[in-house]
């Protein structure tokens, strides 16, 4: 009795075991079925994305039809990985939901700027862009995006590199304020020397080829230090250190941070606590200062990057504000562009400016790590856009204005002669 209980139990069980083996393979065949058949639908079409409908050719400062004084041309931010070949997943990796190494790896950015601040441009047009939270400097070839970098650990030491300058020979000096330091590269990116005497928070930098000097904002010591860019040794001080940012008389700093060169070798220096500009001439004499604090263009809020262009106009770039503003070198506001955001010729945490020798402008953003590249049209080519204007139109007046007798209506009385 007990003998066939037990038989009939095992049968049962065996029925419940193969039942629940078909329920679920047939569950699986459903699942993958389902799974080719949502394959095979078609995809649903992608909203349009606005950004992909503007003609990034035609943004222009200031609007027309006023002549283009700086026109929008391309931006570096990050590369993303492109895989040698596309390895094709399989049905039940897609119905999992993995990925293969390779879409991995396709998301993730070659290099990525995340703190661009100093910038410089070297005589071959290559651009460069220190980033201390990377620890490198990126090498753009600005035609055609290609990166290379001179990397911390690599190439050199790096701490904290904030500031760049290229002279004439194209020698790299590059500013660490981690480090106290100023490293300097040949034109082979190979470390020639540094600078060390009398540096404690080294920032923006420029180079006057001309009398072969090193200027450097310390913004830590309310200074712009003076160095032979060739011996690279110490030759003076431009503001006094050791007051605690709190000096506002002019010829004096509250945290200066970046400076520039005029034609005549003045040099133009962002007081960024004291929201000025001041200027000085090549033995340190002070000239003239002007700026004040405010929120709206032609007042400052942190000015930082600054510099001049071909004809001698002072371009400053404000931290706050997230504007670019055009002066000149009394003081005026000519034009600005920018204000808060992502899209072309807007800004966040704007840090860097810097103009090179082809009329190309360069910004800096903090936050996006995004170098925006604009490019600046002088005096000439606006007053050469408006003579061609002119010509136009007077050429349009004339071919519009009757001329000769042949062009005159008929004179006459008749009755056959008037509309019926």
């Known amino acids: 009795m007990k003998k066939n209980m037990f038989r009939a139990m095992s049968k049962a069980a065996r029925i419940t075991a193969a039942t629940i083996a078909l329920l679920a393979f047939l569950s699986f065949v459903s699942t993958a079925t389902y799974a080719d058949k949502k394959k095979k639908a078609p995809e649903a079409p992608k909203a349009p994305n606005v950004l992909d409908s503007i003609d990034y050719s035609k943004i222009v400062w200031p609007a027309p039809p006023a002549p283009t004084r700086i026109k929008y041309l391309n931006y570096f931010c990050c590369e993303k990985y492109t895989p040698p070949s596309a390895k094709k997943t399989s049905w039940m990796d897609r119905m999992a939901g993995t990925q293969t190494n390779e879409q991995a790896q396709a998301q993730k950015p070659v290099f990525a700027l995340w703190t661009p601040y100093g910038l410089a441009v070297d005589s071959k047009g290559n651009l460069y862009v220190a980033d201390g939270k990377v620890g490198a400097i990126f090498v753009f070839n600005t035609d055609t995006k290609d990166v290379d970098m001179i990397k911390n650990g690599v190439h050199a030491r790096f701490g904290d590199i904030i500031g760049l300058a290229v002279d004439d020979a194209d020698r790299l000096f590059v500013s660490d304020t981690k480090l106290h330091r100023i490293l300097v590269f040949d034109k082979n990116r190979k470390v020639e020397?540094?600078?060390?005497?009398?540096?404690?928070?080294?920032?923006?930098?420029?180079?006057?080829?001309?009398?072969?000097?090193?200027?450097?904002?310390?913004?830590?010591?309310?200074?712009?230090?003076?160095?032979?860019?060739?011996?690279?040794?110490?030759?003076?001080?431009?503001?006094?250190?050791?007051?605690?940012?709190?000096?506002?008389?002019?010829?004096?700093?509250?945290?200066?941070s970046n400076v520039a060169?005029?034609?005549?070798?003045?040099?133009?220096?962002?007081?960024?606590?004291?929201?000025?500009?001041?200027?000085?001439?090549?033995?340190?004499?002070?000239?003239?200062?002007?700026?004040?604090?405010?929120?709206?263009?032609?007042?400052?809020?942190?000015?930082?990057?600054?510099?001049?262009?071909?004809?001698?106009?002072?371009?400053?770039?404000?931290?706050?504000?997230?504007?670019?503003?055009?002066?000149?070198?009394?003081?005026?506001?000519?034009?600005?562009?920018?204000?808060?955001?992502?899209?072309?010729?807007?800004?966040?945490?704007?840090?860097?400016?810097?103009?090179?020798?082809?009329?190309?402008?360069?910004?800096?953003?903090?936050?996006?790590?995004?170098?925006?590249?604009?490019?600046?049209?002088?005096?000439?080519?606006?007053?050469?856009?408006?003579?061609?204007?002119?010509?136009?139109?007077?050429?349009?007046?004339?071919?519009?204005?009757?001329?000769?007798?042949?062009?005159?209506?008929?004179?006459?009385?008749?009755?056959?002669a008037k509309p019926q």
């Not at 250190?241 to 700093?253: Q, S, Y």
């Open 193 to 256: 020397g540094q600078i060390s005497q009398g540096v404690v928070d080294p920032g923006g930098m420029v180079v006057d080829n001309e009398n072969r000097f090193l200027y450097v904002a310390d913004p830590a010591q309310d200074i712009v230090l003076v160095y032979d860019a060739d011996r690279l040794n110490f030759i003076r001080k431009i503001g006094t250190p050791g007051k605690a940012h709190a000096l506002t008389e002019i010829g004096e700093f509250s945290m200066p």
């Open 261 to 416: 060169l005029d034609a005549d070798n003045n040099v133009y220096v962002t007081d960024t606590y004291n929201n000025r500009v001041e200027v000085f001439d090549a033995d340190g004499n002070f000239i003239r200062a002007w700026g004040k604090a405010g929120d709206r263009p032609g007042t400052f809020m942190r000015p930082k990057g600054i510099a001049i262009d071909a004809d001698g106009h002072v371009w400053v770039a404000d931290a706050m504000q997230d504007r670019v503003q055009c002066f000149t070198q009394e003081g005026l506001l000519l034009m600005w562009l920018g204000g808060h955001g992502t899209l072309p010729g807007y800004f966040q945490t704007l840090a860097g400016l810097y103009i090179d020798r082809n009329n190309r402008m360069f910004t800096s953003e903090q936050y996006p790590g995004r170098v925006q590249m604009f490019r600046y049209f002088t005096d000439d080519e606006a007053r050469a856009e408006l003579a061609k204007r002119k010509a136009e139109e007077d050429k349009k007046k004339s071919d519009a204005k009757p001329t000769g007798a042949a062009a005159a209506p008929p004179a006459t009385d008749s009755a056959a």
